[in-house]
């Protein structure tokens, strides 16, 4: 009976060891990770990149309004003549704009008869009714009459001498 009792352990003692041994042996519950932080920082990415787009956005939108204003200077228009030239083959009349600055529309009435004489000196030394009808003729002449006016007044107020109305008779 010695050797029975002695082996018996008492009930309660053998579940304390059997409920140790398997706590041991148990494998432990895996570890819920806290996702409350990494919620949070998703949140503050996509909040920052969206707040980053509304900004790029505005920044483009407000410059491409501003390139698509233009300033255009105000112009003046002044008619000029009619003027006549001869030459040995023919006779042209020619009646021109002359424009400026909206500012310079008071030069232009001061020194209306200095441009009577220039343009029409002007006239005389560049035309010629073959170069009026070419391609590029008249462009050419405007242009010339345009540097030659700025050119015998010393200044750039004249912004562009247009040909308004012009007929070439031959005198063959």
């Keep these: 009976m010695s050797t029975k009792s002695a082996s018996r352990v008492p009930s309660f003692i053998q579940q304390a060891v059997d409920q140790s041994a398997a706590e041991r042996f148990k494998r432990p519950a895996p570890a819920v990770p806290d996702t409350r932080a990494r919620d949070n920082f998703l949140a503050v990415l996509i909040a920052v990149v969206v707040v980053a787009l509304a900004a790029i956005s505005a920044f483009v939108w407000t410059h491409a309004r501003k390139a698509d204003v233009v300033e255009v200077p105000k112009l003046s228009s002044t008619v000029a003549g009619p003027y006549q030239v001869e030459a040995q083959k023919y ?33 005389a030394d560049n035309v010629n ?40 008779q031959s005198r063959q």
């Design 129 to 168: 009714a073959g170069t009026i009808k070419s391609p590029g003729g008249l462009q050419n002449l405007q242009d010339a009459l345009t540097k030659g006016t700025n050119a015998a007044f010393g200044a750039q107020r004249v912004q562009a001498v247009l040909l308004t109305d012009f007929s070439t």
């Design 91 to 123: 006779t042209i009349i020619a009646t021109l704009s002359v424009q400026t600055n909206a500012d310079d529309t008071g030069w232009v009435k001061e020194n209306q008869k200095g441009l009577d004489i220039v343009l029409k000196q002007l006239l």
